[in-house]
Nanobody, 118 residues
């Protein structure tokens, strides 16, 4: 069983940057993907960015709305995932959730709030 804990959320001004971190405990060897999702008030949860095992550093996918602004990366042992958020916009305001993909299913962290506002 994998447990996930996010950190790094907070208040940022438009155009600013934040870095989210997520630490996975438990059987990290079973993780084949680590990702970030977000849920804004009144909206459904959506994928922001994900990195999957493969190649030299994994395969990365991004939501169109964050391409060129956000970067997902991982630690060496596939037990940490980061989300670097640059040039943030008010529409990036949401609760951000870390997620791990394992053969047993998808695991979620408790979420961290990001507010983009002046």
């Amino acid at each position: 069983q994998v447990q996930l804990v996010e950190s790094g959320g907070g208040l940022v001004q438009p155009g600013g940057s934040l870095r989210l971190s997520c630490a996975a405990s438990g059987d990290g060897s079973s993780i084949y993907g680590l990702g970030w999702y977000r849920q804004a008030p009144g909206k459904e949860r959506e994928l922001v960015a994900i990195i999957r095992r493969g190649g030299s550093n994994g395969y990365k996918d991004y939501a169109d709305s964050v391409k060129g602004r956000f970067t997902v990366s991982r630690g060496n042992a596939w037990n940490t995932v980061y989300l670097e958020m640059n040039n943030q916009k008010p529409e990036d305001t949401a609760d951000y959730y870390c997620s791990a993909l394992t053969p047993s299913g998808q695991t979620w962290g408790q979420g961290t709030q990001v507010i983009v506002s002046s």
